[in-house]
């Protein structure tokens, strides 16, 4: 079982109110994709990491993040496209030939457990698309564009997704070849959904947070420190 991952990370981050993109803000010791990476990088089950970033970021990312943080010859840096789905796609297409499963993970996810990651391997080798997700704690209720409310929604029947996501590498690149580039998608797994295979979702975990907001970063150094201690 050869697993390869790919790191989307050309994102432009226009929430975090920062000059500088928030994969390479400083988090405790190092930038955000720094952590991110290191989720993988030890794992000797994954042969190659893919980390997508902008085109005008790869100098860069090279030099603050790959060559300084990591000593790791599976580690390649490529430029994205305009879009989520473009840069994913980008990377899925320059693993080598050995490659048979793929891990998809958000640059901007820092502090996904580990344990998440081995659970995520293990779910992929039976089944041939995973994501991992949570149970929403709030009441969820649909609304119209005037803001008053259709249902509530069974939250026994809802999961907040996440990324891992994992698959074969056959199947991703199969949906992203065939489905429609002008469907409008914000996971990989509603691609691999829409041609009509089943996802296995798995637990996730509360502390794999999305950098998004300044607000996140101190969620994020948070966690970092309680699990120092």
Do not use: W
Not at 21 to 43: C, E, M, W
Not at 102 to 127: F, M, Q, W
Not at 177 to 198: H, I, N, R
């Amino acid at each position: 079982m050869s697993i390869g991952v790919v790191i989307p990370a050309a994102g432009q981050g226009s929430r975090m109110n920062s000059q500088t993109n928030k994969q390479y803000l400083g988090l405790a010791d190092r930038p955000v994709l720094a952590h991110t990476i290191a989720l993988f990088s030890d794992n000797p089950q994954i042969k190659e990491i893919i980390v997508v970033v902008r085109q005008e970021e790869i100098k860069y990312c090279r030099e603050k993040v790959i060559n300084k943080y990591f000593n790791n010859k599976k580690i390649r840096i490529i430029a994205g496209g305009e879009t989520r789905r473009e840069s994913v796609f980008a990377g899925l297409r320059v693993f080598s030939p050995a490659i048979n499963y793929v891990i998809i993970h958000d640059g901007a996810r820092p502090i996904l457990p580990v344990s998440v990651v081995e659970r995520v391997i293990l779910t992929v080798k039976e089944n041939d698309a995973v994501s991992v997700g949570v149970k929403p704690k709030n009441t969820i209720k649909r609304v119209d564009g005037k803001g008053y409310v259709l249902e509530t929604l069974d939250r026994g029947e809802l999961v907040s997704i996440q990324t891992p996501q994992a698959f074969s590498r056959e199947l991703i690149m199969k949906a992203h070849q065939e489905v429609a580039s002008d469907l409008k998608v914000t996971d990989d797994a509603a691609l691999v959904e829409f041609l009509g295979y089943q996802v296995k979702v798995i637990s996730g975990s509360e502390e794999n947070i999305k950098i998004t907001t300044p607000e996140d970063m101190f969620i994020a150094e948070s966690i970092l420190e309680n699990r120092r201690r």
